[in-house]
């Protein structure tokens, strides 16, 4: 599948403001492993292949496992391989990427709450929202693997 146009040059604003979150994320309290089981896991859910190609290579870079990203996936079914904290954040990560199904359910936030603060939180919700971001934008234009 071939790049159907480059939407950072058609539209660098809107590019350089998904910079913004970006660099407004990286003050946050997650860890790079973290952040990389949030993107890595809402693009698996969104099917892109960009995405989930960079962001494998970015969390091996950070010292992530082969072994927890190939169950990332079913990661329900493999809970020690992944922290209480873990397991939370990535509970938000699809809810908050299948946010048509529930949304982000009150079972979950309550989950969070007891791990934590309102800023934590809102961190990991808008970690989430940038990957979802970058998925639906890559897939849109056909983002060409490894570019």
Same mark, same amino acid.
């Given at each position: 599948?071939?790049?159907?146009?480059?939407?950072?040059?058609?539209? =660098? *604003?809107?590019? &350089? #403001? /998904?910079?913004?979150?970006?660099? !407004? %994320?990286?003050?946050?309290?997650?860890? =790079?492993?973290?952040?990389?089981?949030?993107?890595?896991?809402?693009?698996?859910?969104? /099917?892109?292949?960009?995405?989930?190609?960079?962001?494998?290579?970015?969390? %091996?870079?950070?010292?992530?496992?082969?072994?927890?990203?190939?169950?990332?996936?079913?990661?329900?079914?493999?809970?020690?391989?992944?922290?209480?904290?873990?397991?939370?954040? %990535?509970?938000?990560?699809?809810?908050?990427?299948? @946010?048509?199904?529930?949304?982000?359910?009150?079972?979950?936030?309550? &989950?969070? &709450? &007891?791990?934590?603060?309102?800023?934590?939180?809102?961190? +990991?919700?808008?970690? !989430?929202?940038? +990957?979802?971001?970058?998925?639906? @934008? #890559?897939? *849109?234009?056909?983002?060409?693997? /490894?570019?």
């Amino acid at each position: 599948m071939s790049a159907r146009f480059n939407w950072t040059t058609l539209h =660098p *604003a809107a590019y &350089k #403001a /998904g910079i913004g979150i970006e660099m !407004a %994320l990286q003050n946050s309290f997650l860890d =790079p492993i973290q952040k990389e089981l949030i993107k890595i896991r809402s693009s698996q859910i969104n /099917g892109c292949a960009f995405c989930l190609d960079m962001h494998t290579k970015d969390a %091996l870079k950070h010292g992530e496992t082969p072994q927890r990203i190939f169950i990332l996936n079913a990661w329900r079914d493999a809970k020690e391989f992944f922290t209480e904290e873990e397991q939370v954040i %990535l509970m938000i990560t699809e809810e908050i990427t299948l @946010i048509n199904q529930k949304g982000l359910t009150e079972e979950t936030y309550e &989950k969070a &709450k &007891k791990l934590f603060d309102e800023t934590q939180i809102s961190q +990991i919700i808008m970690a !989430a929202v940038a +990957i979802n971001m970058w998925n639906r @934008i #890559a897939k *849109a234009s056909h983002m060409e693997i /490894g570019k």
